[in-house]
């Protein structure tokens, strides 16, 4: 379901810069997000679309420094839903004809409908992918495009000139690491610059779904995984940063962790 919703402010300044993404302002279109992920917390049944987002950014823009915006920062820009409204593109649009830098974040390859705008820009894209076993990715991302498909979107935008890395995120113990080096490797080699990273989240009613499609679809991992969560949202105890700079290291990409 989808709502069209007024929003109250349109563009939000984060205090000093975004320590993992680099960013001193946030914009985003939407608010909760259509891809559906099982880990996420913006995954809801219903998505509210900002129609003013627009007029609310010509209004605020005026006096800010012009620094990086990150776009798509809780929600994702090129959710399903952009494909119909396009209210992305329309704000990808005036930031940069206003000078901004844009840092965009995404699962989606909708993006490459705005390669035009991006190759322009001052712009740096962020895809996200957690695994590049499709069976787990179908199970916990069932709306977002493949894996692979993602791979392949880094490797059209950097061919076009535009900066890319990719996001390892979540990490989600016993579940993703086995596909970690590869990942790094295959982004590389598609083009990318820079590995940004963060360990799966788990709080509130994201913890009961997301244990639930354990329980049914990988039960073999979720009694260990139950335990690492038992009292905390972190995974207690579990820590891959070391072998992920090596991995990082090894292939000379920067490395960001959250
Ligand atoms: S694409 Fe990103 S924002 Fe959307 S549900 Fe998945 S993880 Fe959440």
């Known amino acids: 379901m989808y ?85 992305t593109r329309k704000v990808l649009r005036f930031l940069l004809e206003e000078g901004f830098p844009v840092h965009i974040l995404t699962k989606s390859c909708l993006i490459e409908r705005d390669i035009d705008l991006l190759r322009r820009g001052d712009v740096r894209v962020t895809v996200s992918i957690s695994t590049l076993d499709e069976r787990i990715s179908s199970i916990l991302e069932p709306k977002v495009p493949s894996p692979r498909r993602r791979l392949e979107t880094l490797r059209r935008l950097s061919m076009d000139s535009v900066e890319v890395g990719v996001a390892i995120f979540p990490i989600i113990p016993f579940l993703t690491e086995r596909t970690l080096p590869e990942i790094v490797e295959l982004a590389k080699e598609a083009g990318a610059s820079y590995v940004i990273y963060g360990y799966l989240e788990l709080k509130g009613d994201v913890r009961i779904r997301f244990f639930d499609v354990i329980d049914r679809s990988i039960p073999s991992i979720s009694s260990r995984l139950r ?15 070391g072998r992920i700079r090596e991995i990082c290291k090894s292939h000379g990409l920067r490395l960001f962790h959250g």
Do not use: M
């Open 3 to 87: 709502r069209w919703v007024s929003c109250g402010r349109g563009i939000v300044s984060v205090r000093g810069e975004d320590p993992l993404f680099g960013g001193r302002y946030i914009v985003d279109p939407y608010q909760k997000c259509d891809l559906s992920c099982v880990y996420c917390d913006s995954a809801e049944e219903c998505i509210y679309i900002k129609h003013d987002i627009l007029e609310r950014l010509k209004a605020e823009c005026k006096d800010l420094e012009r620094k990086t915006v990150i776009l798509g920062s809780s929600t994702d820009p090129y959710q399903i839903i952009e494909r119909r409204v396009g209210i």
């Open 227 to 241: 335990e690492l969560y038992r009292d905390s949202f972190r995974p207690k105890g579990y820590n891959i940063d």
